[in-house]
Protein backbone atom coordinates (compact mmCIF):
# COMPACT_ATOMS: atom_id res chain seq x y z
CA UNK A 1 0.00 0.00 0.00
CA UNK A 2 2.92 1.99 -0.76
CA UNK A 3 1.33 5.86 -1.89
CA UNK A 4 4.60 6.93 -3.72
CA UNK A 5 7.34 4.46 -4.49
CA UNK A 6 10.82 4.89 -6.32
CA UNK A 7 13.24 2.33 -7.51
CA UNK A 8 16.28 2.08 -7.35
CA UNK A 9 17.30 3.07 -3.22
CA UNK A 10 20.86 3.67 -3.87
CA UNK A 11 22.75 3.96 -7.35
CA UNK A 12 26.21 3.96 -7.71
CA UNK A 13 27.81 4.20 -10.79
CA UNK A 14 30.72 5.57 -12.84
CA UNK A 15 30.93 9.28 -14.51
CA UNK A 16 29.62 9.46 -18.07
CA UNK A 17 27.52 6.23 -17.51
CA UNK A 18 23.41 6.86 -18.20
CA UNK A 19 21.16 5.44 -15.72
CA UNK A 20 17.05 6.19 -14.59
CA UNK A 21 15.48 6.21 -11.83
CA UNK A 22 11.60 5.03 -11.52
CA UNK A 23 8.70 6.74 -9.57
CA UNK A 24 5.09 5.28 -9.11
CA UNK A 25 2.10 6.55 -7.34
CA UNK A 26 -1.06 5.00 -6.52
CA UNK A 27 -2.93 8.33 -5.15
CA UNK A 28 -4.11 8.96 -7.76
CA UNK A 29 -2.78 12.80 -7.85
CA UNK A 30 -2.31 14.75 -10.99
CA UNK A 31 1.04 16.63 -10.13
CA UNK A 32 4.48 14.74 -10.20
CA UNK A 33 7.37 16.06 -9.25
CA UNK A 34 11.55 15.57 -8.87
CA UNK A 35 13.22 16.50 -6.57
CA UNK A 36 17.12 16.88 -6.15
CA UNK A 37 18.40 17.11 -2.51
CA UNK A 38 22.34 17.90 -2.05
CA UNK A 39 24.69 16.95 0.74
CA UNK A 40 24.27 20.18 2.51
CA UNK A 41 20.45 19.05 2.62
CA UNK A 42 19.12 21.91 0.47
CA UNK A 43 16.02 20.72 -1.70
CA UNK A 44 15.37 21.80 -4.95
CA UNK A 45 12.61 20.88 -7.00
CA UNK A 46 13.87 19.74 -10.89
CA UNK A 47 10.92 19.14 -13.16
CA UNK A 48 6.86 19.08 -12.23
CA UNK A 49 4.47 17.32 -14.20
CA UNK A 50 0.63 17.77 -14.51
CA UNK A 51 -1.16 14.80 -15.97
CA UNK A 52 1.40 13.76 -17.91
CA UNK A 53 2.22 17.13 -19.30
CA UNK A 54 5.55 19.14 -18.10
CA UNK A 55 4.98 22.19 -16.16
CA UNK A 56 8.06 22.94 -14.58
CA UNK A 57 11.77 22.77 -15.73
CA UNK A 58 13.66 24.79 -13.46
CA UNK A 59 17.16 25.28 -15.87
CA UNK A 60 17.93 21.74 -15.41
CA UNK A 61 20.76 20.70 -17.85
CA UNK A 62 19.57 19.06 -21.20
CA UNK A 63 21.37 15.26 -19.56
CA UNK A 64 18.50 15.13 -17.60
CA UNK A 65 15.16 13.94 -19.11
CA UNK A 66 11.71 13.10 -17.35
CA UNK A 67 9.46 10.86 -19.13
CA UNK A 68 6.04 10.22 -17.47
CA UNK A 69 4.27 7.51 -19.28
CA UNK A 70 0.97 7.90 -17.41
CA UNK A 71 -0.04 10.24 -14.75
CA UNK A 72 0.93 7.61 -12.26
CA UNK A 73 4.49 7.28 -13.58
CA UNK A 74 7.06 9.83 -13.37
CA UNK A 75 10.67 8.06 -14.73
CA UNK A 76 13.53 10.24 -14.32
CA UNK A 77 17.07 9.47 -17.23
CA UNK A 78 20.51 11.01 -16.98
CA UNK A 79 22.46 10.84 -19.16
CA UNK A 80 26.90 11.15 -19.22
CA UNK A 81 26.53 11.31 -15.71
CA UNK A 82 28.94 13.81 -13.56
CA UNK A 83 30.21 13.92 -9.86
CA UNK A 84 27.95 17.12 -9.32
CA UNK A 85 25.10 14.95 -9.95
CA UNK A 86 25.53 12.78 -6.32
CA UNK A 87 22.48 13.60 -4.21
CA UNK A 88 19.82 12.26 -3.02
CA UNK A 89 16.46 12.27 -5.40
CA UNK A 90 12.93 12.61 -4.80
CA UNK A 91 10.18 11.84 -6.49
CA UNK A 92 7.05 13.55 -5.32
CA UNK A 93 3.19 13.50 -6.19
CA UNK A 94 0.60 16.32 -4.70
CA UNK A 95 -3.00 17.31 -4.82
CA UNK A 96 -3.46 21.05 -3.49
CA UNK A 97 -0.83 21.78 -0.55
CA UNK A 98 0.42 18.88 0.70
CA UNK A 99 2.75 16.67 -1.39
CA UNK A 100 4.21 13.27 -0.57
CA UNK A 101 7.40 12.27 -1.05
CA UNK A 102 9.19 8.56 -1.94
CA UNK A 103 12.16 6.86 -0.11
CA UNK A 104 14.32 8.31 -2.23
CA UNK A 105 17.56 7.45 -4.33
CA UNK A 106 21.07 8.25 -3.45
CA UNK A 107 22.70 8.23 -6.42
CA UNK A 108 26.52 8.04 -5.99
CA UNK A 109 28.95 9.09 -9.13
CA UNK A 110 32.31 7.57 -8.76
CA UNK B 1 12.87 35.58 -6.42
CA UNK B 2 11.80 33.43 -3.95
CA UNK B 3 13.94 32.85 -0.52
CA UNK B 4 12.90 31.42 2.67
CA UNK B 5 15.58 31.67 5.67
CA UNK B 6 15.25 29.54 8.86
CA UNK B 7 17.75 28.43 11.47
CA UNK B 8 20.63 25.86 10.75
CA UNK B 9 20.46 23.92 14.03
CA UNK B 10 18.42 23.94 17.29
CA UNK B 11 18.96 21.76 20.26
CA UNK B 12 16.78 20.95 23.18
CA UNK B 13 16.09 18.61 25.67
CA UNK B 14 13.35 15.69 26.50
CA UNK B 15 10.37 17.54 27.32
CA UNK B 16 11.24 20.94 26.41
CA UNK B 17 9.15 23.09 23.78
CA UNK B 18 11.41 24.50 20.74
CA UNK B 19 9.95 26.66 17.76
CA UNK B 20 11.42 26.99 14.71
CA UNK B 21 11.56 30.49 12.94
CA UNK B 22 10.63 30.83 8.99
CA UNK B 23 10.82 33.92 7.95
CA UNK B 24 9.66 34.04 3.90
CA UNK B 25 10.02 36.62 0.73
CA UNK B 26 8.02 35.30 -2.25
CA UNK B 27 5.96 36.63 -5.17
CA UNK B 28 2.40 35.36 -4.84
CA UNK B 29 2.21 33.83 -1.26
CA UNK B 30 -0.77 31.14 -0.80
CA UNK B 31 0.69 29.71 2.24
CA UNK B 32 3.46 28.19 4.81
CA UNK B 33 4.26 24.30 4.77
CA UNK B 34 6.37 22.59 7.01
CA UNK B 35 8.11 19.46 6.47
CA UNK B 36 10.15 16.90 8.59
CA UNK B 37 12.67 14.78 7.72
CA UNK B 38 14.63 11.68 9.80
CA UNK B 39 18.31 11.10 8.67
CA UNK B 40 17.73 8.75 5.30
CA UNK B 41 14.13 9.20 5.17
CA UNK B 42 11.98 11.45 2.96
CA UNK B 43 10.28 14.64 3.92
CA UNK B 44 7.35 13.96 5.36
CA UNK B 45 3.83 16.88 5.34
CA UNK B 46 3.59 18.03 9.12
CA UNK B 47 1.20 21.49 8.42
CA UNK B 48 -0.29 23.79 5.84
CA UNK B 49 -1.12 27.79 6.96
CA UNK B 50 -2.87 29.62 4.45
CA UNK B 51 -4.41 31.82 6.88
CA UNK B 52 -2.68 34.50 9.75
CA UNK B 53 -2.57 32.36 13.27
CA UNK B 54 -1.92 29.62 15.11
CA UNK B 55 -3.06 25.54 14.19
CA UNK B 56 -2.72 22.99 16.49
CA UNK B 57 -2.19 19.27 15.53
CA UNK B 58 -0.95 16.93 18.42
CA UNK B 59 2.15 18.19 20.04
CA UNK B 60 3.09 20.20 16.98
CA UNK B 61 1.79 23.69 16.18
CA UNK B 62 2.49 26.11 13.00
CA UNK B 63 1.97 29.82 13.23
CA UNK B 64 1.55 32.14 10.37
CA UNK B 65 1.52 35.80 10.30
CA UNK B 66 1.51 37.37 6.64
CA UNK B 67 1.67 40.84 7.72
CA UNK B 68 5.20 39.95 8.53
CA UNK B 69 6.52 37.62 6.33
CA UNK B 70 6.98 34.83 9.38
CA UNK B 71 5.85 31.91 10.42
CA UNK B 72 6.83 28.85 13.53
CA UNK B 73 6.31 25.38 14.21
CA UNK B 74 6.64 24.87 17.46
CA UNK B 75 6.93 21.57 18.98
CA UNK B 76 6.01 20.86 22.63
CA UNK B 77 6.71 17.88 24.77
CA UNK B 78 10.03 17.16 22.84
CA UNK B 79 10.94 13.39 22.52
CA UNK B 80 13.72 11.94 21.21
CA UNK B 81 12.33 11.13 17.82
CA UNK B 82 11.55 14.30 17.09
CA UNK B 83 15.15 14.47 16.51
CA UNK B 84 15.28 15.37 12.25
CA UNK B 85 15.14 18.35 10.22
CA UNK B 86 12.58 20.74 9.49
CA UNK B 87 11.86 22.08 6.23
CA UNK B 88 9.27 25.49 5.94
CA UNK B 89 8.06 25.52 2.17
CA UNK B 90 6.09 28.00 0.57
CA UNK B 91 3.88 26.61 -2.63
CA UNK B 92 4.61 28.43 -5.58
CA UNK B 93 0.94 27.50 -7.29
CA UNK B 94 0.90 29.48 -10.67
CA UNK B 95 4.41 27.60 -11.32
CA UNK B 96 2.66 23.83 -10.83
CA UNK B 97 2.53 23.95 -7.60
CA UNK B 98 6.12 23.29 -6.92
CA UNK B 99 7.54 24.12 -3.71
CA UNK B 100 10.67 26.41 -2.43
CA UNK B 101 12.45 24.79 0.53
CA UNK B 102 14.35 27.03 3.57
CA UNK B 103 17.65 25.39 3.88
CA UNK B 104 16.05 23.49 6.88
CA UNK B 105 16.37 23.25 10.42
CA UNK B 106 18.30 20.31 12.00
CA UNK B 107 16.88 20.09 15.61
CA UNK B 108 18.60 17.76 18.38
CA UNK B 109 16.68 16.37 21.35
CA UNK B 110 18.99 15.32 23.90
CA UNK B 111 18.16 12.78 27.09
Known amino acids: DTAVSQTPKYLVTQMGNDKSIKCEQN?????MYWYKQDSKKFLKIMFS???????INETVPNRFSPKSPDKAHLNLHINSLELGDSAVYFC?????????FGPGTRLTVL | GQSLEQPSEVTAVEGAIVQINCTYQ??????LSWYQQHDGGAPTFLSY????GLEETGRFSSFLSRSDSYGYLLLQELQMKDSASYFC????????????FGQGTELSVKP
Open chain 2, 26 to 31: TSGFYG
Open chain 1, 92 to 100: ASSQEWEQF
Open chain 1, 27 to 31: LGHDT
Open chain 1, 49 to 55: YNNKELI
Open chain 2, 89 to 100: AVPIYNQGGKLI
Open chain 2, 49 to 52: NALD
